[in-house]
């Protein structure tokens, strides 16, 4: 395809622009966002980084039209898959192509048989599901209403957590789903751990390679924004204020509080830390976690020496840092949990039949995982290997997640967490998880610990003060309750506020048990409903209590209230889905069908969440 453009004004320098055309079509993309700079602003782009301009240039620049659109489509259930898909759009839009993020939750699946170009980002939750936010997505995607898709070409980028034996699952399940339907793979799916930014960036760069290279591609400066039907507009790149501190420079916030919940007696361990951002920038909402890098305790790092039969010693680089083996073992690696990849690759490297056959089968490797530590396979399977061979197999350690439990108005600059204390007993022998207990006994008040915050798209306030909420919070899922009723308390929220709250014994567990009586004495707490599980002869727990206030949970959801649910996400989270879905088919009176609909539409609204672990 030949372009003509217009003659060139009177006065330019023709042999100018012969040798702008020899430059390479990167250097022209750079070229043009500089020269831009300089005409539109009398200086170029700062840092000769290249700013999209809101207006195209025409008619030097071709038309992003002639361009495909690339669509990109998250399935994220607290953020980050959202966030990686706007970092994509950026990257993508700056080639000069017309980008459209979606979310799964409101993309209608019908235009998916006519996209030319889909990137898709999605997490895994639970045990190897979707997002509940991509549910319906997938559903539509795996069953036998989906279409031919072969004109569509694809990639696949999968966020998860390899501590998860069902890893990326639900990217995995996308990406082969897509090629059974036809389309075509642009580039290999990419399965990233909890820190993902750099797959996400290698992943990236390679699709970016992949797309098709218009003939002049200075068309790159084109900014489109895009109205779709159930497409959400992309505005031009907009840099993201950001603290200095993150996951990859962690904040040193120190201790200044740090209490045990339980009474004497208590068969739990739970601890009430406050922690100080001064000075650090950190900003959060209620809904959002404070992520924490632990250290292992000492009594661990003898064991894994003890049992790999080396001495700690030596010196060695780690992640491009020269450190004594017994330090790295500290610091940088997780010794607490095996995961499926630690046990394969040991499995490999001692050739161990037995090792090899546990990994093959999905359902003996769980039971296996559950309880041991790298020490108890190292004495399982003993093998004579160097420092460095078993730092090979070791994973970087990765952060611990604890749901904020204050509100910034209440406590500015300080951020407050309840944590339980992870201890128990392995083929007769004292274990303990790794960031509970370095919370719990390796830190004191005036210590300090790295920490990052990690936001929580979805699990928010609603915007409009006044609506209700109904908060299902036992154990140390009364955490961000902690923080939504401090928080609406301080904002002087008409909404009313409803707590469930259970643990064992109302003597010895009854958390913030003080804090709770005093809001429902001041009405920023409208009503509370404890199950204490173990007080009576019969268990009763939180789902119990909400069943027995079915019709008062009823007529709120029907006034418009929000249901949150935090904690366990192994019995809890779907023990209270199913009581929510007797409560409105009872109080409907329109049976189970109708109210498994009805959860499912307070889900696509997001008024039905959960922050569950
Ligand atoms: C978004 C989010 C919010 C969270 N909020 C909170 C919170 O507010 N408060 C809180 O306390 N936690 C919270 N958690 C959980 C927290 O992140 C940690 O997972 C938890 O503290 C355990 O981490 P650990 O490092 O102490 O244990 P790890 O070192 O990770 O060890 C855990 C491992 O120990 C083993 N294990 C544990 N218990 C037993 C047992 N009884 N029997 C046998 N084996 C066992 C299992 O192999 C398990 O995988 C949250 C998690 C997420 C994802
Ligand atoms: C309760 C819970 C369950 C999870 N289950 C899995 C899982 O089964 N497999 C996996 O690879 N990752 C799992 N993850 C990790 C998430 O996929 C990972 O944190 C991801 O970055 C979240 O992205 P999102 O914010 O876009 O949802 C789980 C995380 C949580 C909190």
């Known amino acids: ?18 040798q702008l055309a020899q430059h390479s079509a990167l250097h022209q993309m750079w070229l043009s966002g500089y020269l831009y700079g300089i005409a539109s602003k009398g200086q170029p782009a700062p840092n000769g980084v290249l700013e999209a301009p809101s207006v195209a240039i025409a008619p030097l620049a071709p038309s992003a039209a002639t361009l495909p659109q690339v669509t990109v489509l998250y399935g994220s259930q607290t953020g980050n898959s959202k966030k990686v898909a706007h970092q994509i759009s950026a990257k993508v839009r700056e080639r000069g192509f017309q980008v459209v993020v979606a979310d799964m939750n409101d993309y209608p699946t019908k235009n998916l048989k006519s996209e030319k170009i889909a990137l898709f980002v999605i997490s895994t939750q639970g045990e190897g599901e979707p997002p509940i936010a991509a549910e319906e997505f997938h559903k539509w995607l795996l069953g036998t209403r989906a279409p031919q898709l072969d004109g569509v070409q694809f990639s696949v980028c999968a966020l998860g957590d390899r501590s998860y034996l069902q890893f990326c699952q639900t990217g995995k399940e996308i990406d082969a789903r897509l090629e059974v339907l036809g389309a075509k793979r ?12 750099d797959a996400v960036e290698g992943w990236l760069a390679n699709v970016l390679e992949k797309l098709p290279v218009p003939a ?10 895009v109205h779709n039907n159930g497409h959400q507009a992309v505005a031009p790149a907009a840099k993201a204020a950001g603290t200095l501190y993150d996951r990859k420079n962690p904040f040193a916030s120190p201790i200044l509080e740090k209490i045990q919940l339980n009474g004497r007696g208590s068969q739990k361990e739970t601890w009430h830390l406050e922690l100080s951002l001064e000075g650090s920038g950190l900003l959060y909402e209620p809904g959002d976690s404070l992520a924490i890098y632990a250290t292992n305790p000492e009594s661990l790092v003898k064991e894994v020496l003890y049992t790999a039969m080396l ?8 992640n491009g840092k020269e450190a004594e083996f017994r330090q790295i073992l500290l610091r940088d690696v997780e010794l607490s949990v095996l995961t499926r990849e630690v046990v394969d690759q040991y499995a490999n490297w001692t050739n161990n039949a037995k090792l090899k056959a546990i990994v093959q089968d999905n359902e003996t490797l769980k039971k296996f995982l559950w309880g041991r530590n790298v020490a108890d396979l190292l004495r399982e399977f003993p093998a004579a290997l160097s420092e460095a061979t078993l730092l090979g197999f070791l994973r970087k350690m990765p952060p611990r997640s604890y749901s ?13 967490l309840t944590v339980a204390a992870v201890r128990y007993d392995f083929n007769g022998r004292p274990h303990q998880g790794v960031a509970s207990t370095f919370l719990a006994d ?5 210590d300090s610990v790295p920490v990052f915050v990690e936001h929580n798209e979805y699990f928010k306030l609603p915007a409009d003060d006044a609506t209700d909420i109904i908060m299902v919070g036992p154990g140390t899922g009364v955490a961000p309750f902690r923080a939504f009723v401090e928080e609406r308390s301080e904002r002087g929220a008409s909404g009313k506020n409803w707590l469930f709250f259970g643990n064992p014994n ?3 567990d009854f958390l913030y048990q003080i804090e709770w009586l005093n809001h429902l004495k001041r009405g920023t707490l409208d009503r509370l409903d404890v199950a204490f599980s173990r007080d009576q002869k019969y268990k009763v727990y939180v789902q119990n209590r909400l069943a027995e206030r079915s ?7 029907e006034n418009g209230a929000h249901f949150y649910v935090c904690g366990d996400k192994n019995r809890m989270a779907s023990d209270v889905q199913n009581t929510v879905v007797q409560i409105v088919a009872k109080e409907s009176g329109q049976g189970e069908e109708y109210a498994a609909e009805y959860l499912k539409n307070l889900k696509k609204q997001r008024r039905y969440l959960e922050d569950v672990y």
């Open 506 to 508: 109302f003597e010895t």
């Open 186 to 197: 642009l580039f290999d799916r990419v399965d990233c751990d909890v820190d993902f930014e």
């Open 216 to 225: 002049a591609l200075a068309a790159g400066i084109q900014s489109a924004v």
């Open 442 to 446: 390796r830190v004191k008040t005036g």
């Open 404 to 416: 904020i439990a204050s509100s910034l108005l209440a406590h500015p600059d300080e951020v407050h």
């Open 1 to 18: 395809m030949t372009t003509t453009f217009p003659p060139p004004p009177a006065g330019l320098d023709e042999k100018l622009l012969q």
């Open 551 to 557: 019709r008062l949970i009823f007529e709120r959801l």
């Open 311 to 318: 001495n700690g010693n030596k010196t060695l680089t780690f």
